[in-house]
T-cell receptor
C-alpha cells in the first residue's frame, strides 16, 4: 500500500506510574546499545547504555534490560514525571569494529505523561 | 561545557538557493557527525569526520550536499541547490576519542524548510 509517513508508536502513562519502552534489534552481532531521549525542539540526549555482556543496567530512575536470546531491549522509567515526555530512541552498535556506520538508530517511541 | 552548537536554529529558503548549516563540536572531541531527521526516515547519518578528515560520506544523498571541517572546532554542511525534499531537521553530533564510537553528543539541530 501507499506509504503515508512514519507513525511513531505512542505510549501514554499516568504521572507517577512506571513506563516500559521496548525496542527490537535485528543484528545478533550488535555488542553495544544506547537509549536516547529527544524532547521537542531539541537534539537526542544520552540516557543510558549497556554492553552485550550484561543483561541489566540501572541508572537514576531508569533501567535498561537486554535479552539477547530474542534480540530485545527495553527501557524502564520509574515514577514518571512530566519532564519524561519525549521521543525515546534505541541505538545499536553493530560491532563492526567502530565507526558511526555501526551505530544504527531505531524509529523511536513517543512517551506521553498524563497528569 | 557549552555542548555542540549549531546555527542557525531555523532556516527558511526557496528552492534553488544555497543553504549552509554550521556546527561547533565539543572541545576535545575527535569525531563529528551530520545527521538528518525526518518523520519518514528517522535519523539518518549523512557523513562523519575523524580529526577533521571525512571518513564516510556514503549517507550524503547526492552531489548537492557537501560537508567540510576546516579545523577541529568548526564544520559546515552545504546544500546547493536546495530542494523541497531537503526539508528536515539537521543535527550535528560529536564524540570523544575512544576507539569505538559509541556515545554521541547532539546539538539542538537546524530546522530547514525549503519552499
Amino acid at each position: 500500500g501507499e506509504s503515508v509517513g512514519l507513525h511513531l508508536p505512542t505510549l501514554s502513562v499516568q504521572e507517577g506510574d512506571n513506563s516500559i519502552i521496548n525496542c527490537a534489534y535485528s543484528n545478533s552481532a550488535s555488542d553495544y546499545f544506547i537509549w536516547y531521549k529527544q524532547e521537542s525542539g531539541k537534539g537526542p540526549q544520552f540516557i543510558i547504555d549497556i554492553r552485550s555482556n550484561m543483561d541489566k543496567r540501572q541508572g537514576q530512575r531508569v533501567t535498561v534490560l537486554l535479552n539477547k536470546t530474542v534480540k530485545h531491549l527495553s527501557l524502564q522509567i520509574a515514577a514518571t514525571q512530566p519532564g519524561d515526555s519525549a521521543v525515546y530512541f534505541c541505538a545499536e552498535n553493530r560491532g563492526s569494529g567502530g565507526g558511526a556506520d555501526g551505530l544504527t538508530f531505531g524509529k523511536g517511541t513517543h512517551l506521553i505523561i498524563q497528569p | 561545557d557549552a555542548g555542540v552548537i549549531q546555527s542557525p536554529r531555523h532556516e527558511v529558503t526557496e528552492m534553488g538557493q544555497e543553504v549552509t548549516l554550521r556546527c561547533k563540536p565539543i572541545s576535545g572531541h575527535d569525531y563529528l557527525f551530520w545527521y538528518r531527521q525526518t518523520m519518514m526516515r528517522g535519523l539518518e547519518l549523512l557523513i562523519y569526520f575523524n580529526n577533521n578528515v571525512p571518513i564516510d560520506d556514503s549517507g550524503m544523498p547526492e552531489d548537492r550536499f557537501s560537508a567540510k571541517m576546516p579545523n577541529a572546532s568548526f564544520s559546515t554542511l552545504k546544500i546547493q541547490p536546495s530542494e523541497p525534499r531537503d526539508s528536515a531537521v539537521y543535527f550535528c553530533a560529536s564524540s570523544p576519542t575512544g576507539g569505538t564510537i559509541e556515545k554521541l553528543f547532539f546539538g539542538s539541530g537546524t530546522q530547514l524548510s525549503v519552499l
